[in-house]
């Protein structure tokens, strides 16, 4: 059996295709969502070598596999072609987030001021995530604003960035220490 080529050279004029087989430009904006997500998803991978909480491990790995679902999601044109089951968030894939924020979140102490990255390793690279996804969900919004995009999704990235905002907290509590923005050290 022959072994299939990474490279097809179909993409060396600036354009791919889209799951549906329509070509784009390469600055496409279902392109700067999908590889946003799939940069997200690289972060998640490093950040989850220097976590040793099982149940956060579990759990970075479940939003691991769902982001290659949403990005499999945007990459297909769903105006023209039902995306596949393996590319649905369902509510009870959010509830699952929300759940461990909970859970995070009444295990930290209260905090009055504004958090820096930073603090531990793994903390740092929490906040890496965050902002990644943050950047993810605003370009989801600007797909939305062209082309179908399940309600789902939108909500199920949204919420990355505060899961990854309270993993780096709970990070520094246990490996590190939080840092808080000084306004007074200029």
């Known amino acids: 059996m022959k072994k299939s080529l990474v490279y097809t050279k179909t993409g060396d004029n600036g354009t791919t295709s ?13 392109l700067e969502a999908y590889g946003t997500i799939d940069e997200l998803n690289s972060f998640v991978g490093f950040l989850v070598c220097e976590i040793r909480d099982i149940v956060d491990k579990e759990v970075l790995t479940f939003i691991q596999n769902k982001l290659f679902a949403a990005g499999s999601y945007v990459a297909t044109e769903t105006e023209m072609k039902t995306p596949k089951s393996a590319g649905i968030i369902s509510d009870e894939d959010i509830r699952r987030i929300e759940q461990r924020m909970d859970k995070i979140d009444g295990s930290l102490p209260p905090i009055h001021q504004f958090v820096l990255p930073g603090g531990s390793e793994s903390a ?25 995009v399940e309600d789902n999704i939108m909500k199920f990235v949204n919420r990355l960035s505060d899961y990854f905002f309270l993993l780096a907290r709970k990070e520094c509590s246990k490996n590190g220490v939080e840092l808080f923005w000084k306004q007074d050290t200029i």
């Open 18 to 30: 889209l799951v549906g087989g329509t070509r784009v430009e390469k600055s496409h904006v279902r």
């Open 124 to 148: 740092s690279r929490a906040h890496i995530c965050r902002t990644i996804s943050r950047r993810a969900e605003r370009c989801m919004y600007r797909v939305k604003k062209e082309y179908p």
